[in-house]
Structures are given as C-alpha cells and as structure tokens.
C-alpha cells in the first residue's frame, strides 16, 4: 500500500523560499496523481497544487500562481512544492495525497474531500511564515 511523507517545512521570514518533498514507499508515485493540500487555524483546508500522472497537468490556487510550483523526481519517487516569496497566508500544516482514481488535477485539489478518499494521505509538515 502507498505511503508518502512530507518533510522540508520550517519557520522562514516573509519573502522567503522553502521546498517541500513528498516521498512515496510502498508503491510508485509516477502511477499517481498527486497534490499539496494547507490546513491553517481555524480555516478550511484548501487544495494548494497539484500534478497529473496521466499527463502532467498541474493546478495551483489563485493565491499560489506565479510563486510556487510543484514537479515530479521518478527516479526519487518525490515530489516537490517549491515555494517562493512566501507570506504569512502561506502559513499552515500542509499535506500530501496521492490518488489513482480522481480524473482532473482540479479535481484532486478541491476542497472538501475527506482525506480517506484518497489513496495516500501524509502526516502533515507545519510551514511558518513569519518575521
């Protein structure tokens, strides 16, 4: 059964860059379609990015566009969120998925979907953007 861990998250002052990995065992990330999802305080969880294993699509929430961006290592069954000029809305527990069966990337990052309905759900890694 796939498994994933998150890990690169830390506390970095605004303007700052951090990347994230998500790293899969038990099963070959490639075969998945994978997202980044940000729990912050208090508010819902949102689908941050997200990349395709049919075609490599991607999706990113308005809020990220232009500062983060999200790729694929096979051959380290990772993938990455590079994220860039960070700001305290960044800040937040985010989360990896991965899932054979949802058919969009906009699909695979929207709200709402309980984490059991996907086939890998990370532990969670705290990201903190702050002075």
């Known amino acids: 059964q796939l498994q994933v861990v998150e890990s690169g998250g830390g506390l970095v002052q605004p303007g700052g860059s951090l990347r994230l990995s998500c790293a899969a065992s038990?099963?070959?990330?490639?075969?998945?379609?994978v997202g980044w999802f940000r729990q912050a305080p208090g508010k819902e969880r949102v689908g941050v990015s997200c990349?395709?294993?049919?075609?490599?699509?991607?999706f990113y929430t308005r809020s990220v566009k232009g500062r983060f961006t999200i790729s694929r290592d096979n051959a380290k069954n990772t993938v990455y969120l590079q994220m860039n000029s960070l700001k305290a809305d960044d800040t937040g527990v985010y989360y990896c998925?991965?899932?054979?069966?949802?058919?969009?990337?906009?699909?695979?990052?929207?709200?709402?979907?309980?984490?059991?309905?996907?086939?890998?759900w990370g532990q969670g890694i705290q990201v903190t953007v702050s002075s």
């Open positions: 998925a991965a899932d054979r069966t949802r058919a969009t990337v906009q699909g695979m990052c929207a709200a709402g979907q309980p984490a059991g309905t996907y086939d890998a």
């Open positions: 038990g099963g070959t990330l490639d075969d998945y379609t």
């Open positions: 990349i395709s294993h049919r075609d490599a699509s991607t």
